[in-house]
Antibody, heavy 123, light 107 residues
Framework: EVQLLESGGGLVQPGGSLRLSCAASGFTFSSYAMYWVRQAPGKGLEWVSGISGSGGITYYADSVKGRFTISRDSSKNTLYLQMNSLRAEDTALYYC????????????????WGQGTLVTVSS | EIVLTQSPATLSLSPGERATLSCRASQSVSSYLAWYQQRPGQAPRLLIYDASNRATGIPARFSGSGSGTDFTLTISSLGPEDFAVYYCQQRSNWPLTFGGGTKVEIK
């Protein structure tokens, strides 16, 4: 059974930093692209960042580019999101999600999701 | 950035009725569109990928169609567990983007 377990959220002041982690199990972690998707309270879904299976290619939404860094450690089956210079508008539930693979191909959809970790940016 | 517009924002239907949800893209995304369901307090669930392919374990009452800029998610007969928010998402261009969602509520 695929499991994704996020951690590291919490309350942080504007301008502060947090590091989110996502522990993966039940699948070959290094074979899948991984993503972070966030959801502000009462709002819709927003893709934040993605990383290839090898870790060599990363993508970011413009809203977080230059402030957030995605990384992965395949020896620990763990995905990370380092968040710096946090703003009030970064307040959200942050989900970790795996890419979708089917029929020999893998695609930039979100097949498996964790339950999320809440980040609140407030003074 | 490709903007996805979902309509209607809210759909009020009774159990057993047919639901038709729309997603329109600001430019062609070919068939590179997915649909997700999000129940209250839960993470989203992938329903449909590449416009018309059901994800693993998704019931046959869910179907997707469309290409280019206009897409439809159809739920043939609403079950009580289908009342939720539905999102579309495109993978044609970076950044990946979602629509604003359609809430399917009990009439």
């Amino acid at each position: 059974e695929v499991q994704l377990l996020e951690s590291g959220g919490g309350l942080v002041q504007p301008g502060g930093s947090l590091r989110l982690s996502c522990a993966a199990s039940g699948f070959t972690f290094s074979s899948y692209a991984m993503y972070w998707v966030r959801q502000a309270p009462g709002k819709g879904l927003e893709w934040v960042s993605g990383i290839s299976g090898s870790g060599g290619i990363t993508y970011y939404a413009d809203s977080v580019k230059g402030r957030f860094t995605i990384s992965r450690d395949s020896s620990k089956n763990t995905l990370y999101l380092q968040m710096n210079s946090l703003r009030a508008e970064d307040t959200a539930l942050y989900y970790c999600a795996s890419g979708a693979c089917s029929g020999g191909g893998c695609y930039s959809y979100f097949q498996h999701w964790g339950q999320g970790t809440l980040v609140t940016v407030s003074s | 950035e490709i903007v996805l517009t979902q309509s209607p924002a809210t759909l009020s239907l009774s159990p057993g009725e047919r639901a038709t949800l729309s997603c329109r893209a600001s430019q062609s995304v070919s068939s590179y569109l997915a649909w997700y369901q999000q129940r209250p307090g839960q993470a989203p669930r992938l329903l449909i990928y590449d416009a018309s392919n059901r994800a693993t374990g998704i019931p046959a009452r869910f179907s997707g169609s469309g290409s280019g800029t206009d897409f439809t998610l159809t739920i043939s007969s609403l079950g009580p567990e289908d009342f939720a928010v539905y999102y579309c998402q495109q993978r044609s261009n970076w950044p990946l983007t979602f629509g604003g969602g359609t809430k399917v509520e009990i009439k």
